[in-house]
């Protein structure tokens, strides 16, 4: 069977897969969920690469799934290791020498945020909250366990270097946009998926973390994915 590789996003580690990962061994997968250093202040893209390809190790038939800020990360494994397949969940995506930092203002996220953060009824001046932006949809038994998790913090260190690939990798790739997110609005990702990756995404209901909101249909997505792309 194939083995998934599972790339958390910023600020978060592998127990944000903590409800998909064995929803996918039980299926006869293997599945990989590196903990990037998302504290580490001197770890940037370079090294978060280098954490993904060290718990690959010898594996084959991969299907890379990258959430959020993971979208800058798992282009730079698929030029280092044969992937079959990329899954992009709500994720970022990036151009060639473009920074993460400078990813917000490039893509309009901020200002698409807002517009929807008024267009729904939610201040958009108000502080961040993760209850608002990460947290509105979880079961309240998943919402129970991510509150009692310490939150980690996201270092700057990389969101200061460029992305350094020329162009995407050639690799079989598919996106996933949530249609609730919060963070990046689902007609924004549509705009930005379409500019930058030359393709319309595909939808699901939900916010910002489907693999804690819904983790079934998540696992049901990324195998359909799978089996389209004819991994065995």
């Known amino acids: ?45 370079a090294e978060y690469t280098e954490v993904v390809l060290d718990a690959i190790g010898d594996r084959t038939d ?28 709500a994720a970022m995506v990036p151009v060639p020498g473009e920074t993460p930092g400078d990813w917000w ?10 517009a929807q953060d008024a267009r729904e009824g939610r201040d958009p001046d108000a502080p961040f909250d993760p209850m608002v932006t990460f947290l509105h949809d979880l079961p309240p038994d998943v919402l129970a366990v991510a509150l009692q998790q310490r939150p980690l913090e996201q270092a700057e260190a990389p969101f200061l270097k460029p992305w350094p690939l020329p162009s995407w990798p050639d690799v079989p790739t598919k996106f996933l946009l949530c249609r609730q997110d919060r963070m ?17 995404p595909d939808e699901m209901d939900g916010g910002h973390l489907p693999a804690l909101a819904h983790s079934r249909e998540l696992v049901e997505r990324l195998e359909a994915y799978r089996t389209a792309a004819g991994v065995r």
């Open 1 to 45: 069977m194939a083995t998934y590789v599972l790339i958390p996003g910023a600020g978060s580690d592998s127990s944000y897969w903590y409800l998909v990962a064995p929803l996918l061994r039980a299926l006869g997968h293997e599945v990989v969920t590196p903990d990037l250093p998302c504290e580490d202040e001197n770890a940037g893209l």
């Open 62 to 89: 991969l299907v890379l799934v990258a959430q959020s800020m993971g979208g800058f990360t798992a282009p730079l494994v698929c030029e280092r290791v044969p992937v079959e397949l990329m899954v992009l969940v």
């Open 105 to 114: 203002a490039n893509t309009g996220q901020r200002e698409a945020r807002r």
């Open 184 to 200: 990046f609005p689902a007609d924004f990702q549509r705009r930005v998926v379409r500019e930058r990756l030359g393709f319309i």
